[in-house]
């Protein structure tokens, strides 16, 4: 029952009983004593016997099975137990430490997130006096370690050599560890055991995964080349046997595609020189005479072609004969002698029908007449044809134009009948057709006299405006004969005034009367001849541009003004407004602000100003 139990690495393992306790299995109260002065709970809590189902002579309970992953046979992960079952774990004895599992009642201790390719546990809850020779006693059970960090504070970390191992580190969390048989503080602890992160544990785990990530690599490329398609054998270089081989293979139809492709390698490789010139020689000629196979069988698919369209030119007539025979039977029972016994869904019927077959008729016998053309083509193109050959195609022409010719006249027989027919259905149409016209024929006839309407409205507005224009020129013709008028009247007073100046030798009249005289002349013939403003619409664009330009104080661009203008009157230009701004440099002034590139045109309102030196 004492004998220590082994591991699969050979360490001693777990004991289920151990002297130093000294208390019998099989004795529960003995048993319940010892749980309570550990501090648990008793198991039986309902007043049963504690451990009612255990055997001495197996020295286990036979009711609830003891787990234990630690013990050797196990693997990485401890087997599957149902959830009705309670998780009973066990005493474990050590040579120099003994460790009491916790109360199954209580909640499973928490843990962190297992980082990737973990090695490394934590260790909390050490013994003050426990050492490393402890640490290594108590965790070596579960696996080889490789490296322990200890600090002061009652807590290490370990390292393992396999991942499978921390798992069974992890299994000895909760546990009470007591050295030897001592009841000090100092000798006991709760261990809490828990996954670490480590540097080396995350590099051997990246490396495994590259390692992966190659083997996959590799794989996937080994799959692709099994699947890839085998490329064309590599050429051969030119020699004397293999040029022998070559021109034998040219003079073979199934593999000349083969050695003309070796022929065009050799000669764009530059093999060709002096010495296998004539090789090449031969076989480029026996290249050229593989061309009159080819004609040859391109004539005889040729000959097999016409066979073919000569067969289906019967086939096609053939069916246009019946086509037409189908037609003609539908023409009949379209009579009236006919037509009056059907009803009028059969009669509907018997049309949709005729038309159907009417389409498919004229269809095939385009396809028949384009056939037929194409043979005249054909036949004017071999005019220059042996005559022998050309007399039996002849004669072979002559009567399938008869039979062609036959098969005409019954079809337009029948198309005569169809026609007629149709005729009459369009008659009947006609009558519908022409009332809808006449509808239409109103609708137009009311645009038309809209539009009438619209043009004689324009007409009389263009009127007005013509008669406002030959008044406008009347006046003017009238103020420029008064304006004659009194030329003529100054004139004769200008004369009047000398005679008498020269009677009376004063010269201070007569200066007056000239400077008088000059002034009125001058103003008059600026105001005929230099007047700015020659026509009422100038003088709206100048009164249009001076309220412009009086909203803007600091000038404008003649296109930010032109393009004001033109949203009243598209036809005003640039040019025509800037001649006329230069024209009254009175009320309009131009200025240049800026410097070099960024030279700019302002024209500014200066009316106000100009009529004070006007």
Not at 592 to 610: I, P
């Amino acid at each position: 029952m004492n004998q220590p139990l082994l591991s699969a690495d050979g360490a001693s393992s777990l004991s289920l009983e151990s002297p130093p306790i000294g208390v019998p299995m099989s004795d529960p109260t003995a048993w319940a004593t010892a749980m309570s002065n550990l501090g648990m709970a008793p198991l039986g809590i309902t007043g049963q016997p504690l451990l009612p189902d255990f055997d001495s002579a197996l020295g286990m309970m036979t009711g609830i099975p003891p787990i234990n992953p630690l013990m050797p046979g196990l693997g990485i992960v401890p087997p599957p137990i149902p959830p009705d079952m309670p998780v009973v774990k066990e005493i474990i004895h050590c040579k120099s430490c003994t460790l009491f599992p916790p109360n199954p009642n209580l909640p499973p201790p928490a843990t962190r997130e297992r980082p990737p390719g973990c090695k490394t546990v934590f260790v909390g809850g050490l013994p003050e006096n426990g050492t490393e020779q402890i640490i290594v006693e108590v965790f070596e059970q579960c696996g080889e370690i490789i490296a322990i960090r200890k600090s002061k504070k009652n807590f290490c970390h370990i390292r393992f050599a396999e991942e499978f191992m921390v798992d069974k580190a992890l299994y000895l969390s909760g546990y009470r560890i007591r050295l030897g048989s001592s009841t000090d503080k100092k000798d006991a602890g709760r261990l809490h055991v828990d996954f670490a992160q480590a540097r080396d544990d995350l590099y051997e785990w990246e490396c495994k995964q590259r390692m992966l990530a190659r083997e996959e690599r590799h794989r996937r490329r080994i799959e692709e080349e099994r699947f890839r398609p085998p490329s064309p054998p590599p050429v051969v270089h030119y020699s004397d046997h293999e040029c022998s081989i070559v021109a034998e293979k040219l003079k073979d139809d199934s593999k000349f595609s083969e050695a003309v492709q070796t022929l065009l390698t050799w000669i764009e490789r530059g093999e060709v020189n002096r010495r296998s010139a004539n090789n090449f020689y031969s076989m480029i000629q026996s290249a050229n005479s593989h061309i009159r196979r080819l004609m040859n069988e391109k004539a005889a698919h040729e000959k097999d072609m016409e066979e073919a369209k000569e067969k289906f030119k019967h086939a096609l007539s053939g069916i246009l004969v019946q086509f037409e025979q189908i037609v003609a039977v539908y023409h009949s029972a379209s009579k009236q002698k006919a037509w009056d016994h059907f009803t009028k869904a059969q009669r509907k019927n018997i049309s949709v029908w005729c038309k159907q077959a009417e389409e498919i008729r004229n269809i095939h016998n385009d396809e028949l007449m384009d056939i037929r053309r194409e043979e005249e083509m054909e036949m004017s193109d071999d005019d220059t044809e042996d005559p022998l050959e050309a007399k039996e195609v002849d004669e072979s022409a002559l009567i399938s134009q008869a039979e062609v010719l036959k098969e005409e006249n019954d079809s337009l027989r029948w198309q005569l009948d169809a026609y007629r027919n149709e005729v009459e259905l369009l008659k009947q149409e006609q009558g519908k057709v022409y009332r809808d016209e006449d509808t239409s024929r109103e609708q137009q006839l009311k645009l038309i006299q809209q539009a009438l309407q619209g043009m004689q409205q324009h007409l009389l507005k263009v009127q007005d405006e013509y008669k406002k224009r030959e008044s406008e020129l009347e006046k003017v013709k009238e103020d420029k004969v008064r304006l004659e008028k009194l030329l003529d009247t100054l004139k004769e007073q200008q004369e009047l005034t000398d005679e008498e100046d020269r009677q009376r030798g004063t010269d201070s009249s007569t200066s007056r009367i000239c400077s008088a005289s000059q002034e009125k002349e001058s103003s008059l013939e600026r105001t005929l001849n230099s007047s700015p403003i020659k026509s009422e619409r100038e003088a709206l664009l100048v009164g249009i541009i001076s309220t412009f330009l009086h909203v803007h104080p600091f000038g404008a661009s003649i296109e930010y003004i032109c393009s004001y203008l033109q949203r009243l009157d598209s036809k005003i230009c640039t040019t025509e407004v800037e001649a006329l701004m230069m024209r009254l440099q009175h009320t309009f002034k131009q200025e240049l602000s800026g410097v070099g590139a960024s030279l700019e045109k302002r024209w500014k309102f200066c009316g106000f100003d100009g009529l004070k030196m006007t």
